[in-house]
């Protein structure tokens, strides 16, 4: 069974999780701030304190999505590279 790796799709697959990992971090904030009522008139109240705890753990969590996807991501173009040398070596040996 063979396959073939293709460098350029590993890189556009990185692209697309680098641009998705700042999306999710952006959507939380733009989402926050349509929803939040003004924190400076109310910063005590209790559902202002509940609502940061609640912003506060998404956000956490999407910020390790975010890390995740951008750890897969340099991972995948590491991976680009490590074939396309491969590639330059084994065209090297065939040629000798």
Known sequence: MSFEVSPQALRQGAAALTE???EVRADLVRAYHVVAPPRAANREWAAT???DAAVGSVDATLAGLAAGCRRLADALVT???EYEK???NAGRRLTR
């Open 20 to 22: 998705l990992a700042g």
């Open 49 to 51: 304190m509940a609502n």
């Open 79 to 81: 991976a680009a590279l």
């Open 86 to 88: 491969t590639d330059e």
